[in-house]
């Protein structure tokens, strides 16, 4: 967005979280109400309710930095630490709607736009049943490990989106 945008606009959940990923990354915010400022300086409208289930959803944390003051922060996973189950459970309850199978293969679809984020998240859980995922815009192909099957990867991905 640029700082002087005309008319204010309401992002999607994931633009609006990647652009308060940007603003938490580039200068200290110490309170909803200041990132719910910066946004709108931005031209973006979010209510403080929003930001704050953003901020819960990025897994945003209060930290105190060196002169005392209280920040939020991101914290960001090494590329080889894995994903903590509850995030994958969440991440999957949040962004996943339907999931199917054939033979080793689950077919795990999402809205438009978020089948990469649960991709990511499967991918950095290492877990033991998945071989490798392939994610499209709103399709994630996800390659059972051999010993177990299709069907079996699909019933345990239900149970972490709710819906078994």
């Known amino acids: ?3 002087k945008a005309s008319t204010p606009v309401r992002l999607a959940k994931t633009q609006r979280q990647h652009l308060i990923s940007r603003v938490l990354g580039d200068q ?7 990132l719910v400022s910066l946004l709108e300086s931005q031209g973006v409208v ?5 930001v704050s289930r953003d901020l819960e959803d990025l897994g945003a944390v209060k930290v105190r930095m060196g002169g005392g003051d209280v920040v939020y922060a991101i914290p960001q996973l090494p590329r080889d630490q894995r994903v903590p189950e509850d995030l994958l459970r969440r991440t999957f309850a949040d962004h996943v709607v339907e999931v199917s199978h054939s033979a080793n293969i689950v077919v795990v679809r999402t809205p438009p736009g978020n089948a990469s984020v649960v991709a990511a998240a499967l991918d950095r859980s ?15 192909f996800v390659v059972a490990s051999e010993g177990t099957t299709g069907k079996a990867v699909a019933e345990a991905f239900r149970g972490l989106a709710g819906l078994s």
């Open 46 to 50: 979010a209510t403080q309710a929003t």
């Open 126 to 140: 290492a877990h033991p049943d998945v071989v490798g995922t392939v994610a499209g815009d709103d399709t994630i």
């Open 28 to 34: 200290a915010v110490s309170s909803q109400e200041q």
């Open 1 to 3: 967005m640029n700082a």
